[in-house]
């Protein structure tokens, strides 16, 4: 059985280093891309099981990645989880909004 495949999206490589690092010790697979547009690129180059996206990036902010992903029929069942900084009622409302499975907090 190959294992199971998360995308992790952040501009931050200290984010990416330290997600990657949790879950391939957890037996995951990790790609990753450090903006909006490479992580649709990612995405359907590698068709992962499960996205972990941050809100706040260059070239495409990760409501719009998400809302991308949802909107696609034949990828839309993805889990995408939102991990970001962004902690205000209206980020989580936006977030759940556009098709997020979850939005967690980094603080």
């Given at each position: ?17 330290m997600l ?18 490479e ?14 996206l ?10 719009q990645?998400c809302?991308?992903?949802k ?28 098709g ?8």
């Open positions: 059985m190959s294992k199971q495949r998360i995308l992790v999206v952040d501009d931050s490589p200290t984010v990416v280093n990657s690092l949790i879950l391939e010790e957890q037996g995951y697979e990790v790609v990753s891309a450090s903006d909006g547009l992580a649709i690129e990612t995405f359907y180059q590698q068709r992962p099981d499960l996205v972990v941050d809100v706040v990036m260059p070239k495409m902010n990760g409501y990645v809302r991308l992903l909107d696609d029929p034949q990828v839309r069942e993805t889990p995408v989880i939102i991990l970001t900084n962004e902690d205000q009622p209206k980020d989580k409302f936006w977030g759940l909004q556009v997020a499975d979850d939005y967690l907090t980094k603080g």
